[in-house]
């Protein structure tokens, strides 16, 4: 069974610009959440989406937004991107439940490089 | 304070050593404890989960919960140098359907 796999795996833009990153779920799984890796905070939660749907949101600004598709395929847009935002981002997907047997996959990330 | 709390290490052991890895958490509403292994330039990888206080083995690996002192822990036994990467700790919560992690632990074991 393929894993999760995100494009591009590294990216270089510049401040101002806005970057557009894809993840492909593992089949059958219909949900897709994102995180933001860095080396000083961690891995932090973006949201989660679920047929086509946020379902759940964590504590960044508007300028992070995601959406997805009927294939359960999703993408995480950043505009007027800043230097703070060089990070490594991870999409993990799973089956709807609620429980931690519906368990989240990760992807191997994109990692975004801002100058 | 952060809601998960890990020994930040870095950890270096000689092969064959038992490496205790230790994480706290301050919402006694979290449900499912979680490790995760991370290699270098790849996604976490779920190692372990167990939702109940108590030991739960897997190989050389047991993770260990005490939701009195709302503490979890990892334990490898006969560490291997394929076991050098970062550690991290994870807990699920079924309500908000969202992983909130520990900054990790690198961990390197020395042939």
Redesign the interface.
Known sequence: KAGVTQTPRYLIKTRGQQVTLSCSPISGHRSVSWYQQTPGQGLQFLFEYFSETQRNKGNFPGRFSGRQFSNSRSEMNVSTLELGDSALYLCASSFPGTSAEDTQYFGPGTRLTVL | QKEVEQDPGPLSVPEGAIVSLNCTYSNSAF??F?W?RQYS??????LM?T?SSGNKEDGRFTAQVDKSSKYISLFIRDSQPSDSATY?C?I?S???????????TQLTVLP
């Not at chain 2, 330039?41 to 779920?46: N, V």
């Not at chain 2, 908000?96 to 990790?104: E, V």
């Open positions: 449900q499912y979680m995760y330039r790849k996604g976490p990888e779920l989960y939702y991290l994870a699920f079924g309500s908000a359907r969202q992983l909130t992690f520990g900054s990790g």
